[in-house]
T-cell receptor, first 104, second 114 residues
């Protein structure tokens, strides 16, 4: 089992849809969790940190489930500009990313 | 607002050639790292440094050397390029020591080894 796993997708959703990604991790002692966004042929950029109590930033909500060892990212009211690859990072280890395509 | 600067952006090498990928940051970050990104495999850590004069190996260090003579610079050297080193390379820095914190990435170097 990989240390950090993501569904590679792609997820194809229409504008306005709600979409959720999960990221599972194997090390129960993991302490830091992030979501990064990577546009095609660009560098990864921090989207949001993930806190134990869950956190929200506009249309984006991140949650941590320690019991089941996964983090999630929920995107509401998807925009065309949300099309990208979303990378989870758990204790410095990157997942392979989930590709999202938002269609008009 | 330079942040993390990588050069070159693109490079083509022949098998056996050597080269250095440059990385510089102007944020006074202690922690710097090099990753390679291959399709379907995410970012894999090559080498990292927790401060000037200190470097250590990551997950995939073979075939690469690094040095950290200053806080700002962290070059990655390919000793004898192989086709398996064809990849996109990213340099990153972090204010606090350790990859467990928010990292800022350079724009990447796309390397092809023929």
């Amino acid at each position: 089992r990989k240390e950090v796993e993501q569904d590679p997708g792609p997820f194809n959703v229409p504008e306005g849809a709600t979409v959720a990604f999960n990221c599972t991790y194997s090390n129960s002692a993991s302490q830091s969790f992030f979501w990064y966004r990577q546009d095609c042929r660009k560098e990864p950029k921090l989207l949001m940190s993930v806190y134990s109590s869950g956190n929200e930033d506009g249309r984006f909500t991140a949650q941590l489930n320690r019991a089941s060892q996964y983090i999630s990212l929920l995107i509401r009211d998807s925009k065309l500009s949300d099309s990208a690859t979303y990378l989870c990072v758990v204790s410095g280890i990157f997942g392979a990313g989930t590709r999202l395509f938002v269609k008009a | 607002n330079a942040g993390v600067t990588q050069t070159p952006k693109f490079q083509v090498l022949k098998t056996g050639q050597s080269m250095t990928l440059q990385c510089a940051q102007d944020m006074n970050h202690e922690y710097m790292s090099w990753y390679r990104q291959d399709p379907g495999m995410g970012l894999r850590l090559i080498h990292y440094s927790v401060g000037a004069g200190i470097t250590d190996q990551g997950e995939v260090p073979n075939g690469y050397n690094v040095s950290r003579s200053t806080t700002e610079d962290f070059p990655l050297r390919l000793l004898s390029a192989a086709p398996s080193q064809t990849s996109v390379y990213f340099c990153a820095s972090s204010a606090v020591s350790g990859a467990k914190n928010i990292q800022y990435f350079g724009a990447g170097t796309r390397l092809s080894v023929l």
